[in-house]
Each structure stands twice: as C-alpha cells, then as structure tokens.
C-alpha cells in the first residue's frame, strides 16, 4: 500500500467544489486522493439548475466577518475568469443563454426575514447591462422584459472534463463513506480538504450551515426556444439536455432549513402552471 507523504492531500467530497478544488491542487504537483460515498453523478451538484449565480444565499449577513465580502469578491473574480475559459470549448460545458426576466401581473415584493448577504453589485461591472428588451424581440410582448446574457453549466458535461483531467494528471478517487469525525480524521494524509456539502454539518458539526430545500422539474429538451427565464417566482432554463423548471418562492425564505428531500410534484406542476399562463396570454 502507497504510503503517505507530506505533498498529499485527501479531498472529502465529489460534487462540484470537491472535483474542482481537487483539480487545481493536482495541478499544482500534490497527489491527491479524492475519497467520497457519491461520485458526481450522484451529487446533489448534478442536479444543479446550472445558472452561474455566485451570491445566491451564499449565506447571511451576521454570519459573515468583516473580511468575507472582499474574499467573496476575489473568488468570483477569479471563477469568472476560469469559468469564460471553458465557454466554447470541446463539449460546450459552459455557454451563454439569453436570460427573460418578465415582469407583469405579479404580487409585491416581499422582503426575507432573514439577513441575506447581496454581493453582486460588487462584481456588476463584469457583465453587461440587463437592458429593456425591445418590444419586437420579447418572447411575451404583453409583459415588460429585461434581458441579457448569463452563463450556463452543462453540469455532466462539466463534471466529465474536471474528471477526466484530474485522473491523467494522477489524482486517485476512492469510494468511501464517513459515518464521523474519527473515521474522517483516520486517513492517512497529512492534509485533509473539506468538500462535503451540506455532508459537512453532521461530520464536522458545522452549526452555520443550513440546508436551503430547492427542487427542479426536468422536461424533456425544446430545442426550438433555447433561452431562460423568470417570472412570477418560477425559474425556467431551456438547456441542451432538457428544460428545468424551479419554484423559487417569494424570497430567500423559501426553503431556508428545510433538510426534507422528498420530491414535491404539486409544486413543479404549480409552477408550469404559472409558465403556461405566461404563454398563453401571449396568444
Ligand atoms: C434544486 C437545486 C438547484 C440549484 N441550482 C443552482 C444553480 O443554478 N446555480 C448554483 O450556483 N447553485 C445551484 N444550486 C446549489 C448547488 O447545487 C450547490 O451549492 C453545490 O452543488 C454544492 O456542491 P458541493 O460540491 O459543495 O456539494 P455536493 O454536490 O452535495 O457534494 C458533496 C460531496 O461530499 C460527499 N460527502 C458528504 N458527506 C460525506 C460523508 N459523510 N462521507 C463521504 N462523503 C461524503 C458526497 O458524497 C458528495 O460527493 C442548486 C441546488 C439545488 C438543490
């Protein structure tokens, strides 16, 4: 058995901080082991509805210290930089998609009752204005649109290239599960990373994070109406493997503690509820 050195690592967790995080340490000379009980297939990331939005519910404001907000600022300075480098290439893991934002019709705004933390008018210069949408290129002309590009990640694709670039520079994954602390803190690296999710709470006895409850609908592909769009609480994203339809409630409160995973079909179907009220005033 390969005996430990001081240059490896031990990454816990294959989602997509784990696969990322474990690449760029590979990349940098160290071996690196990645130990998980999924592997990114079977990851809640998987699962993701792919829209790049760095600040949402990152978490709340009495949480943060007085230096979060800069540090917040670096990484998604940086991830922009990374993340344009995969737009076009082999796979298209990332693209661009005309995102609708559609306004009309619709309840008042309420406020979270929580402290959210709002970082992205820090990074705002980074793309370009949501401007009006003229009347002539709205998908729905009797609401009010703004529009404007935002990235898309084709999380399988995505997964399959940090995977397979971990493996040909050396890295090592390994099937396991941690029932605890202890058995976490066994293994034989000197340096073990964290990547566990919301996994994390349990095993380390995180008290700050706290599960935020999301499910998505997923439809079989439009090819014929690639773009995303919001509206009245509901979030669709007409991707290449399929469209993803998401409840978001009124606010940040929606689903904030909430660790059940049962699946909520009568929410997804309110939802398209809502998408095909939006398509048929427009007839
Ligand atoms: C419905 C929904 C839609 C979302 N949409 C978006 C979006 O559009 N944009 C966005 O930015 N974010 C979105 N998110 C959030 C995003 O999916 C997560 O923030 C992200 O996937 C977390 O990645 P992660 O690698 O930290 O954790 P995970 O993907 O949960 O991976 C955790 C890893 O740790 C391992 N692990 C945990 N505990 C243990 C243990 N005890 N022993 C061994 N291994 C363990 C797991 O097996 C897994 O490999 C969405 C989330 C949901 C639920």
């Known amino acids: 058995m390969r005996s430990a050195g001081d240059n490896d690592i031990a990454v816990i967790g294959a989602g997509v901080i784990g696969m990322t995080t474990a690449l760029r340490l590979v990349e940098t000379g160290a071996k690196v082991t990645i130990y998980a009980s999924e592997f990114p297939a079977e990851t809640r990331s998987a699962r993701a509805t792919g829209v790049r939005s760095p600040s949402s519910r990152i978490g709340l404001s009495s949480n943060a210290d ?9 990484w998604a300075r940086n991830s922009w930089s990374s993340h344009l480098q995969s737009v076009g290439i082999a ?5 661009f998609l005309t995102q609708y934002n559609v306004s009309g019709g619709v309840e008042p705004k309420v406020s979270a009752s929580r402290p959210f933390l709002h970082l992205d008018r820090r990074i705002a210069d980074l793309t370009p204005d949501w ?6 290129e709205r998908p729905f002309p009797t609401h009010f649109t ?32 941690f029932p605890d602390r202890a058995s976490a803190l066994s293994l034989r690296e000197p340096v073990i990373v964290n990547c566990m999710g919301y996994g994390a709470k349990a095993i380390w006895g995180d008290a700050e994070l706290v599960p935020v409850r999301g499910q998505i609908g997923w439809l079989l592909p439009q090819p014929e109406a690639r773009y995303a769009l919001w509206h009245d609480k509901v979030q669709a994203v007409s991707r290449r493997d399929g469209v993803i339809v998401q409840y978001l409630g009124s606010n940040e409160d929606w689903g ?24 048929t005033e427009q007839e």
């Open 146 to 177: 703004r529009s404007g590009p935002n990235l898309i990640f084709y999380v399988s694709e995505y997964f399959d290239r940090l995977v397979r670039l971990f493996l040909m520079r050396g890295g090592r994954m390994v099937r396991r599960a």
């Open 131 to 136: 401007g009006d949408t003229p009347q002539s």
């Open 91 to 95: 796979g298209d893991p990332v693209e």
């Open 256 to 279: 904030f503690g909430i660790a059940d995973e049962t699946a909520d079909r009568a929410e997804t179907e309110r939802a398209l509820a809502t998408l095909r009220r939006l398509y």
């Open 66 to 74: 007085p230096e979060f907000a800069d540090r917040w600022e670096r």
